[in-house]
């Protein structure tokens, strides 16, 4: 797996809603976050009471590894709000989205006013409105009652939406309250005093959890060493066969899983039933029956492709220019630049657009895919990239690869590896428009089956 689980992290990451409330002058927490059971970061809060609403300071910290290349991912909030706790203003910053990134927001009226350092937006801005952070806080304010049953809608500012959030409030006992928010792709159960501040709390997206508890003495320091590729890697039986035209496979996944494979020109779902679905995938390209479908979103060229910058067309066409006298299609020639003029020795980015993979020469999977979507849309050839597993070394790894709409027909190009094969399982699209959707994202990797799916070949001829 080369993206999902970047977005995977970005997603739990941003979806935790992590509180440590109390009505003093001043408070500071301080929480063990874990994933898989295994401990990979810290979340540290401090709650200022002052004399017009709260200060309150949020930040997470992760430690993780990637193909054995050490990663530290951080989020952080500083965020003002009203005795209510609505908010007023806020400061965010992560290095989630290939880089650092800062953020400045202001509510003004029913408009949230940002502003990134390069461009200004405006979204509309509702009483029920609100930043993760804050949730419980507002909970808390408005009554934490038995069965109360309230929604918010929750900003996300990594991806510039909003979604709606249904919470239901159950007594444990006399001083603390379980907060639930059950969507269909994810459930996160949050346990906390009647003041809002928070005990646990614990976020399952398909088969993958992240949980919190607060530190105490008794509490390890040191971080484990949690690989997120090797550990979200598929088992696979049966043969192998490296030259194989046709393979069929049986994806095993529990029978409540949303887990979906795409069907097109190379990739048939031959049955199913619930917890099971065989698969046929051919080594045929070209496929001229699929429509093309929305040209327009398939040709954006902003963040994070950025097909329409003159640095990324300029190089592809002077790809173009250097290679006309070869046979082989514009997409191929663009795929094949990119596969041999990114390494793919760099496991330390996180969503980086076209433009930092130009500067930086080297990436995994989702950098080579998005610099060659980049460069096919600057030309005029409508692409996307799509996010599936791939067979190495046993077994599947998530993975992300290109598919290119070019003499009226889909051609599939995987600028990491080089070659598309049978071995090679498409899931979904990634947002053909660009930008980041949270509740797509969630979606995503429902549909994945990130830690709940295993593989059987059944033929490979």
């Known amino acids: 797996m080369r993206l999902m689980f970047k977005i995977l992290s970005l997603c739990l990451l941003l979806f935790l809603g992590v509180a440590a409330f109390s009505f003093a002058m001043e408070r500071e927490e301080e929480y063990a976050l874990y994933m898989q059971g295994e401990r990979v970061g810290v979340c540290k809060i401090t709650m200022l009471d002052t004399q017009s609403g709260f200060n309150l300071l949020y930040s997470i910290e992760i430690f993780l590894s990637r193909m054995g290349e050490e990663m530290a991912l951080y989020l952080r909030y500083d965020i003002f709000a009203d005795e209510n706790a609505n908010l007023e203003k806020f400061t965010y910053e992560s290095n989630f989205s290939g880089g650092e990134r800062i953020v400045e927001g202001a509510v003004v009226g029913d408009r949230l006013m940002l502003n990134d350092g390069e461009q200004e937006y405006i979204f509309e801005w509702g009483e029920d409105f609100t930043l993760e952070p804050l949730v419980y806080l507002r909970l808390a304010r408005i009554g934490l009652e038995e069965g109360r049953e309230e929604k918010f809608v929750i900003f996300d500012v990594e991806g510039s939406s909003s979604v709606e ?207 060659l979507v980049g460069l096919l849309r600057s030309v005029g050839i409508p692409a996307k990239a799509v996010i599936g597993l791939v067979h190495m070394q046993g077994c599947f790894y998530y993975h992300m690869w290109v598919y290119a709409y070019q003499d009226d027909a889909w051609i599939p190009l995987d600028p990491t590896l080089g070659y598309v094969s049978p071995y090679h399982i498409r899931f979904e699209d990634v947002f053909p428009q660009g930008g980041f959707s949270m509740e797509g994202l969630f979606d995503m990797i429902s549909a994945l089956g990130l830690g709940q799916l295993s593989i059987t070949v059944i033929t490979a001829e």
Request: glycine share 8%; hydrophobic share 40%.
């Open 165 to 371: 959030s249904e919470l239901t409030v159950q007594r444990v006992d006399e001083v603390s309250f379980r907060i639930i928010d059950a969507g269909k792709t994810h459930k996160t159960e949050a346990l906390v005093g009647q003041f809002g501040w928070l005990k646990e709390e614990r976020v399952q997206v398909g088969g993958i959890e992240m949980s919190l508890c607060s530190v105490d003495d008794s509490t390890e320091e040191e971080y484990d060493e949690l690989d997120i590729i090797h550990s979200l890697r598929v088992p696979m039986s049966g043969e192998f066969l490296p030259d194989a035209l046709s393979v069929t496979y049986k994806l095993n996944f529990p029978p409540d899983s949303p887990i979906s494979v795409a069907t097109d020109f190379r990739q048939q779902v031959l049955a199913e039933s619930p917890g099971e679905i065989e698969l046929g995938v051919t080594a045929v390209f070209g496929d001229v029956f699929t429509p093309l479908g929305d040209e327009e979103a398939l040709l954006a060229g902003g963040y994070p492709y950025f097909a329409d910058d003159k640095r990324i067309v300029a190089l592809a066409e002077e790809i173009l220019s250097a290679n006309k006298e070869q046979s082989l299609s514009d997409g191929q020639v663009l795929s094949d630049w990119v596969n041999t003029h990114i390494a793919t020795d760099d496991y330390s980015q996180i969503l980086s657009d076209a433009l930092t993979v130009l500067e930086r020469g080297s990436g995994d999977c989702t950098e080579h895919a998005t610099l």
